[in-house]
């Protein structure tokens, strides 16, 4: 069994620091796309457009660090403890 989890172990290890340097590029990225995001949400918001403001204020938070980047680091921080998991396992 250990034999057979060996790969497994070594694909989710190099999957999760993988995930985890993509991620670290994407924040950057995202946090700019988020602020202009906000900014054209406020902007629609002094031009008197409430309900296309909130959905904009929706998208920003969404592409903000807080919303899709943190799930894909839950889902990275997963995959590294799967990874973790299994090298425990083989080397027991």
Do not use: D, H, Q
Request: glycine share 12%; no cysteine.
């Amino acid at each position: 069994m250990k034999l057979l989890a060996a790969p497994f172990a070594l694909a989710l290890t190099i999957a999760a620091a993988l995930f985890s340097f993509i991620l670290s590029m994407s924040n950057v990225i995202f946090g700019i796309v988020s602020t202009i995001v906000f900014l054209a949400a406020t902007a629609l918001f002094i031009m008197g457009e409430p309900t296309s403001g909130i959905a904009f204020m929706g998208l920003a938070f969404l592409v903000s660090p807080f919303g899709i980047p943190a799930l894909a680091g839950w889902l990275a921080g997963k995959l590294g403890g799967a990874g973790g998991a299994l090298r425990a396992f083989i080397f027991s």
